[in-house]
């Protein structure tokens, strides 16, 4: 129950000489709208997935953020769908947007399967003039526009978290089966860097995870990058603040067959001591 309440697990993709502090998770999504304008940080507004999965059978919601220069109208979610192009097809199932419309597809029983897609529109706050758009959870990029002087990337992607120090990608290591593309053995040489910059260098195997503030690396997978052909590390990640109950029960559980032990072995002496006398 602690695990499922409280606790966080995703992934996150590494190229060497790559340092990031952030993962995401495998299955939830989110909306983002995030303000690249600021030179030394963004500002990023999100709106969940819960609020997301109301949005059908024509449901749509105003979504509005005092730090934004426009409102959101969010409509038309669907957990699972395609972008397909309308090239003149009769009837399309969702409107036609930029000559694109969302094809709905049943939900595939591995979430990490479904990737969802929906209508945006952007009000202007000044003008009141509207913008719609398709937000696709496949896509390669994210929607940009431009309001007032900001810079605003808006898409639909998976549930990130924020670490308190980054991971750096310093070297990845394949070992495969003779003869074939199976691997044997893979590892990954990290670097955690904490927030005053302090680095410490560990390694991250297949049943080797690395265990620092809270969190749990895990040697997941990789991939091959097919266009450099470098390998990337995907590490798996979690946060579970019932990570160690199992140990401190097997402790307490230990320490009161111990004490149970000793109380029954008193016992026993004392049993034997009165014989003899």
Not at 132 to 152: C, D, H, K, Q, Y
Not at 158 to 178: D, M, N, Y
Not at 221 to 238: H, I, K, N, R
Request: hydrophobic content about 40%; glycine content about 6%; charged content about 25%.
């Amino acid at each position: 129950l602690v695990t499922h309440v409280c606790g966080d697990e995703g992934k996150m993709t590494l190229a060497p000489g790559r340092q990031s502090s952030r993962f995401e998770s495998y299955t939830d999504w989110e909306l983002a709208v995030v303000d690249t304008s600021p030179a030394d940080h963004d500002l990023e507004f999100r709106v969940p997935q819960s609020q997301l999965q109301r949005l059908h059978d024509g449901r749509s919601q105003l979504w509005q953020d005092p730090g934004l220069p426009f409102d959101v109208r969010l409509s038309n979610y669907y957990r699972n769908a395609n972008v397909v192009r309308a090239a003149g097809l009769p009837n399309p199932p969702t409107p036609v947007i930029g000559d694109f419309f969302i094809a709905p597809l049943p939900v595939d029983k591995q979430a990490e399967r479904n990737f969802p897609a929906m209508h945006v529109t952007l009000v202007d706050c000044q003008t009141g003039s509207e913008r719609t758009e398709i937000l696709w959870g496949a896509s390669a990029r994210p929607l940009v526009v431009e309001v007032e002087g900001r810079r605003f990337e808006i898409s639909l992607r998976h549930v990130t978290w924020t670490l308190p120090f980054a991971i750096e990608l310093e070297k990845f290591t394949a070992e495969f089966h003779p003869g074939t593309d199976r691997p044997r053995h893979f590892q990954s040489d990290v670097v955690k860097i904490d927030a005053d910059g302090e680095r410490q260098r560990t390694i991250i195997r297949m049943n080797e995870p690395l265990r620092t503030e809270g969190y749990v690396f895990f040697q997941a997978s990789y991939q091959q990058d097919p266009a450099t052909g470098e390998f990337l590390s995907t590490l798996a990640v979690t946060r579970n603040p019932a990570d160690q109950v199992p140990l401190y029960a097997c402790v307490i559980v230990t320490a009161g067959m111990v004490i149970h032990f000793g109380m029954r072995l008193n016992l026993h002496l004392k049993r034997e001591r009165q014989v003899t006398a």
